[in-house]
């Protein structure tokens, strides 16, 4: 039976990076039924809305989505579709694992961290006036539903899948309230699971630790604007915004899609890196129980890292969006993944 999954191409580089996604993943087998809407500036121009009520409710039925990036304006404009989104599907857990590929050389080799951030509320919740004129306030919201419900997702995660050690980053010394209740919400929870060990370091501190030593640290778990700094920094670690992917998790649906916007430096010329949104795509399978298909893609996009002929100009090759795809595609057919996938936890 084909997985019935909305997609948003997104704009910029969207279009470019979840074509060549689904193609990668329609080539495992697995079947798929996708129904594709615009969402932000180009969904306006369509249907007048910047979410249509028809990709809200395709959502609503599959409950999964694969999304491109989708740009939002600076200062003003509509609010961040991505946000919106979010918050209207309950997508409390931004997932995102950082981890190194095979052949791409980097000052930090062998990092294997995942983020886990809050993807509701803190400063995202988007409360914002101006008080007088040249003074505005915008609003931080923590909550201790939001904060344990997360809180409760890092760990449950770390069991299931044996990581070793979660950290709560916070700025408590000075947001003494908001971020106080995020750590202490995270520090109960920590007690529920005494083999994980748990450490609290503030956000400032934890961007230096990082840069210094990133393997003192197995997985990060943030508030909303703290994941958001820090998973950019971290992207950096395994060759930058091209790679990493990400999943937006909530009890009743989720949403695929890789850190990086929609690149509008680089959009309408095919060299974007559609690694991100594929590795968003290994998730998704999953997600979707298709645990031999994801583990295909895997060591595809490994093999061709490894071989490293057919890469995109950010990692320094001159592959196109569409030759890095075709390059995977053909990998696909290599029957090394099996072995490989017993012995690893990472899922990308
Ligand atoms: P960006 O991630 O789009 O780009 C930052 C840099 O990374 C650029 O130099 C870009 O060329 C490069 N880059 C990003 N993805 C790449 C890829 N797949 N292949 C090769 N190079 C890649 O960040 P920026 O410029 O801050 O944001 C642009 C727009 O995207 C903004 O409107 C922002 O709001 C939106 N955005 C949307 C997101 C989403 O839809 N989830 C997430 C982040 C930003």
Redesign the pocket.
């Known amino acids: 039976m084909a997985h019935k999954v909305t997609l948003i191409p997104?704009d910029?580089?969207?279009p470019e990076?979840t074509a060549a996604a689904v193609r990668i993943l329609e080539a495992t087998g697995v079947k798929f039924e996708w129904e594709s809407y615009a969402a932000g500036a180009d969904a306006y121009e369509k249907y007048h809305e910047y979410i249509p009520k028809e990709l809200t409710e395709s959502v609503e039925r599959t409950r999964v989505a694969l999304?491109?990036?989708?740009?939002?304006?600076?200062g003003g404009g509509f609010s961040?579709?991505?946000v919106q989104l979010r918050r209207q599907f309950e997508l409390f857990c931004n997932f995102r694992p950082i981890r190194n590929l095979p052949g791409v050389a980097t000052r930090y080799p062998g990092v294997d961290l995942i983020i886990i951030r809050e993807n509701t509320e803190g400063l995202y919740s988007g409360i914002e006036h101006e008080v007088v004129p040249g003074v505005v306030e915008s609003i931080k919201v923590i909550t201790e539903k939001a904060s344990t419900r997360i809180s409760r997702w890092a760990f449950e995660y770390a069991r299931k899948f044996g990581r070793k050690k979660v950290h709560a980053i916070h700025k408590a010394n000075i947001m003494k309230l908001s971020d106080g209740l995020f750590i202490r919400c995270s520090r109960n929870m920590s007690k529920e699971y005494p083999e994980i060990s748990y450490g609290e370091h503030i956000v400032d501190n934890t961007c230096m630790q990082l840069v210094t030593n990133p393997y003192q640290y197995d997985m990060l778990l943030l508030e909303n604007l703290y994941g958001d700094i820090v998973s950019?920094l971290c992207a950096a670690f395994v060759g930058?915004?091209?790679?990493v992917p990400?999943a937006n998790f909530g009890h009743e649906c989720a949403i695929f899609?890789?850190?990086?916007?929609?690149?509008?430096?680089?959009a309408g010329r095919g060299?974007?890196?559609?690694?991100?949104?594929t590795r968003s795509g290994i998730l998704m399978l999953r997600h979707l129980g298709e645990q031999d298909a994801a583990n295909r893609v895997k060591y595809a996009v490994h093999s061709v890292y490894r071989e490293g002929k057919h890469i995109?100009?950010?990692m320094g090759g001159e592959a196109s969006t569409s030759e890095f795809a075709d390059a995977v595609i053909e990998a696909l057919q290599g029957e090394v993944w099996r072995e490989q996938a017993e012995r690893e936890t990472n899922p990308v």
């Open positions: 997104g910029g580089i969207g990076v999304k491109g990036p989708v740009t939002t304006p600076i961040s579709i991505n950019d930058g915004l091209g790679l990400g899609e890789a850190v990086h916007g929609s690149a509008p430096d680089i060299i974007a890196n559609p690694t991100a949104v995109t100009r950010d």
